[in-house]
């Protein structure tokens, strides 16, 4: 299936719903009027620390605006207008670096870069001096699941209080969410778009496909054609950008690319054990996530190594009585199945196959690392503080005992990490995605785990940034306004106090997060943190509480 820019930028608009870019208004009493518009009583109350902030900042916007007007006469700077003065700004398509440079934004929208010597910000721009320091675009984490109950059947209303502010305090302006309900997701990501809530741009593809029904009156399980068509208008009814496949009958995956192709839709996600990854990428699935299937076709034994690891993690009826009368044996290790027959000359060209495909891969190598307990320690990180994991069962522990280097799980995920590599040099895209919160991922934090390991993978300090930069751009067809620090694009940027395309341990020195134009320092950021970290422990007392009480 042909997925090309044209369909992209298409699904782009409304997947990032920037409707305050291209017609922004550049008078500052436009701005307010806008702003005050959005804001109604019907909003508001649901979000009282936004709300605050937010009509103060009107406040003081309409003031600045009347005395600006009063005494000039004259159309005059707009008062949300920053100026970043003396810092160094990371180009991520070229890699070249501007030092002492000046990159001016108005509202959500940068309207100047440029030398500090030749660009001088706006009279009345706030002027914040960022010498020394390193200009990054927002960052982007390209595989998130932020809106599932993270307690028994807790409401995820409450966990934007907990995700979406250190999101923000970490530098993750952009999310891909692969999960949870489509209504929720609408809403936070219409509410942010607006303005009247904190958090990080979103783009969603709601409930797996092949996991349960995609949104209320959605048909499950999909038996024909009709419930594939009617799963993808309820996915773009919702306002998903993609439909994330888990599982699905081999006979309906033509009719779910031809389907999602009409709805424009990308189709996204896992490899079913119905299909192969080489077949998918062909048939246009745009992103594979978790590196799936990726071992099997490595192997030119694919089709009998899938069959087995379907059963092993299907265990229909018949298979498990046939392994208890001894009829058949249980597969053993199914996941590492793939390492007996897996050939370096069939994963090259798969590979080969994918860049030609333009096929995205989200590694998620820290997750990975996570399941597979890597011993290299490098690899398996130190896990994230207690207070930012999310709100979970107490007895959820860190995985110790990593298993040793001989060990076939060890042995399979060295493979994955070498297939990381190896993809990129292959020119198949990379996107950074964490799967925040699973397996004790923290909002934000984990982002830049994953980042250091796409380096240990083998991507440059500069490729692994733009896996979180560019390459969401680029997939979400999004390029003329994300992506990059450049004049007309959102005003999300992470200032850093060391050069990320030295050491990429410096993607975690934040001095400033920029998002959509609002500047947190040092202090914001931390009360931002503490924000998160105070509602997830709000929602443990809650959770904890109910369940200890037998609910
Ligand atoms: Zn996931």
Redesign the pocket.
């Known amino acids: 299936m042909e997925q090309g820019p044209a369909r992209d930028a298409a699904s782009a608009v409304s997947a990032t719903g920037t409707p305050i870019a291209r017609n922004a208004p550049t008078a500052s009493f436009g701005i307010s009027i806008y702003k005050l518009m959005t804001l109604n009583r019907a909003t508001l109350p649901s979000f009282r620390l936004t709300e605050r902030c937010e009509w103060r900042w009107i406040f003081s916007a309409l003031m600045l605006t009347l005395v600006a007007t009063s005494a000039s006469g004259q159309p005059v700077t707009r008062p949300d207008t920053v100026a970043l003065v003396g810092g160094t700004v990371i180009d991520v398509v070229s890699g070249s670096r501007m030092g002492r440079s000046t990159v001016v934004f108005a509202g959500d929208r940068i309207i100047g870069v440029g030398a500090a010597g030749l660009t001088r910000p706006p009279q009345g721009a706030r002027v914040v001096n960022v010498s020394g320091k390193f200009i990054i675009p927002g960052l982007w984490d390209m ?3 932020q809106a599932l109950p993270l307690w028994n059947r807790a409401p995820v209303d409450s966990n934007a209080g907990f995700f979406h502010p250190l999101f923000l305090a970490y530098g993750v302006t952009g999310v891909r969410d ?2 949870g309900p489509l209504a929720v997701l609408k809403l936070w990501s219409a509410e942010t778009e607006r303005g009247v809530r904190i958090g990080p741009r979103l783009v969603y593809t709601g409930p797996k496909i092949g996991m349960g029904p995609v949104a209320p009156g959605a048909p499950f399980p999909i038996t024909n054609e009709a419930d594939v068509a009617r799963s993808l208008a309820l996915l773009k009814e919702g306002g998903a950008s993609g439909a994330y496949i888990l599982e699905l009958d081999q006979a309906l995956y033509p009719a779910l690319m031809r389907g999602a192709k009409a709805v424009a839709l990308r189709v996204e996600g896992n490899i079913p054990y119905t299909t192969t990854l080489w077949a998918a990428s062909a048939n246009g699935q745009r992103v594979v ?2 590196l799936d299937a990726l071992l099997p076709s490595s192997s030119p034994d694919e089709g009998s190594i899938r069959r087995a690891q379907r059963l092993a993690d299907e265990k229909p009826w018949w298979a498990r009585l046939a392994w208890r009368v001894g009829a058949m044996r249980p597969p053993k290790d199914a996941p590492t199945l793939p390492l007996e027959s897996w050939s370096a000359a069939r994963a090259n060209s798969l590979f080969v196959h994918l860049a030609a495909n333009h096929t995205y891969q989200v590694p ?1 190598l820290r ?1 990975l690392g996570t399941v597979n307990r890597s011993a290299d320690s490098a690899i398996r990180l130190p896990p994230p503080p207690l207070e930012l994991r999310a709100p979970r069962h107490p007895s959820d522990g860190w995985p110790s005992a990593p298993y040793p280097s001989s060990h076939p799980v060890a042995r399979m995920h060295d493979k994955l990490v070498w297939s990381v590599g190896a993809m990129h040099r292959a020119g198949v895209p990379i996107l950074a ?1 964490s ?1 925040t919160p ?1 397996l004790y991922a923290a909002p934000g934090l984990s982002l830049h785990d994953e980042l250091a390991l796409l380096v240990r993978a083998g991507l440059s300090p500069l490729d692994a940034l733009r896996s979180a930069t560019l390459r969401p751009a680029e997939f979400l067809g999004a390029t003329d306004t994300l992506g990059t620090v450049g004049v007309g694009k959102v005003a999300d940027m992470v200032i850093l106090d060391a050069d990320p395309t030295v050491n990429i341990a410096a993607s975690r020195q934040i001095a400033y997060v920029v998002a959509r134009g609002r500047v947190y320092n040092r202090a914001a950021l931390d009360s931002l943190r503490a924000r998160g970290v105070a509602m997830a422990a709000e929602i443990a007392r809650y959770w904890v509480a109910k369940r200890g009480a037998g609910k």
């Open positions: 595989h998130v699941e692969v999960a996530d978790h998620t997750l995605g799967d699973n």
